[in-house]
């Protein structure tokens, strides 16, 4: 009789196994059918809470960050936050003179002649607004960008570079691209950070980023594009816009958390480059490879 139970367990978790990769393999050939007619380059990777749903495409490329940096910078300060270096409250002067007229940033808006800005609203302004100022006054808090690269360097993150600032990287086409990630290791980073277990931040300053990366406001078209409009999603965004003489945009990237409606997750990192489509099929590429594996997740 255990014999018996024994050998229909097993056909079972067989059957179950190759139903699974049966599946995965649909959700491949459904993301490689999204990018095959479109003239750019896509970096994907996908993980869902089982380890056997994991998924990539051009995993381990190296393609340019852009905005998407600007969550491992949040992350590098939140950890001195914990240190007790900064403190989430305390004020950061900046300049009239840094808030350059050609980065983006809301805070400029906000504080056209500069001034003293909590720590907390410019992390939010950096992350959720994709604001270009407060995300160099950030980087020169650390120091220089090249400490953000040490921090994760340190935590075992090694295809992962930041090099320079956002006022360096608008000014020369060419230098974007020293601040790079793989797919595979932006989802590990996600993951890495979102794993309560594994203690890099405090409860606070966890809460705290977490909930600036589910209100994101950029980047509406793409994780989110064709997701329910209830749907969680926490991410970050990045554009390069185009070059000026060949049309061809270096950068359309979103990576987050999606979270299901059964409570679980799963991480997903799509980078867009070389790419001479227009930002509305580029945007739309990430919003589809989005919602297959929402579909994939959702009835798993």
């Not at 956002?166 to 793989?182: A, K, S």
């Not at 890495?192 to 277990?197: A, D, K």
Request: aromatic share 8%; hydrophobic share 40%.
């Amino acid at each position: 009789m255990l014999k018996h139970t024994l050998a229909t367990i097993f056909a079972f978790l067989m059957v179950s196994t190759h139903t699974n990769s049966q599946k995965k393999e649909t959700l491949r050939h459904q993301i490689e059918g999204i990018i095959s007619s479109k003239n750019a380059t896509v970096g994907v990777a996908i993980n869902g809470m089982d380890a056997k749903d994991t998924l990539s495409i051009n995993g381990q490329r190296h393609f340019p960050m852009q905005s998407v940096f600007k969550f491992p910078i949040a992350l590098t300060i939140l950890a001195e936050v914990d240190k007790g270096n900064l403190s989430l409250d305390q004020k950061i002067d900046i300049k009239k003179s840094q808030l350059l007229p050609g980065l983006w940033s809301p805070l400029r808006k906000k504080y056209p002649e500069g001034g003293s800005i909590p720590l907390d609203e410019i992390i939010e302004y950096t992350v959720a607004l994709s604001d270009n100022v407060g995300c160099d006054a950030l980087l020169r808090l650390l120091g220089e960008p090249r400490a953000v690269e040490r921090y994760f360097s340190k935590l075992g993150f090694t295809d992962f570079a930041v090099k320079i600032n956002e006022e360096v990287m608008q000014g020369n086409w060419e230098l974007q691209f020293l601040n790079w990630t793989t797919p595979k290791e932006a989802n590990r980073i996600l993951a890495t950070f979102y794993e309560t277990s594994n203690n890099l931040l405090s409860k606070k300053s966890y809460d705290f980023i977490w909930d600036i990366m589910k209100g994101t406001k950029t980047g509406k078209k793409r994780l989110r594009g064709h997701l329910p409009e209830e749907t969680i999603v926490a991410h970050k965004t990045g554009w390069s816009g185009k070059h000026k003489e060949t049309g061809i945009t270096a950068a359309v990237n979103n990576i987050g958390i999606v979270f299901l409606p059964s409570g679980e997750h799963f991480t997903i990192s799509v980078f867009v480059t070389e790419s001479s489509e227009s930002l509305e099929t580029n945007e739309k590429i990430i919003a589809e490879i989005s919602k297959a594996a929402w579909d994939y997740f959702l009835v798993k």
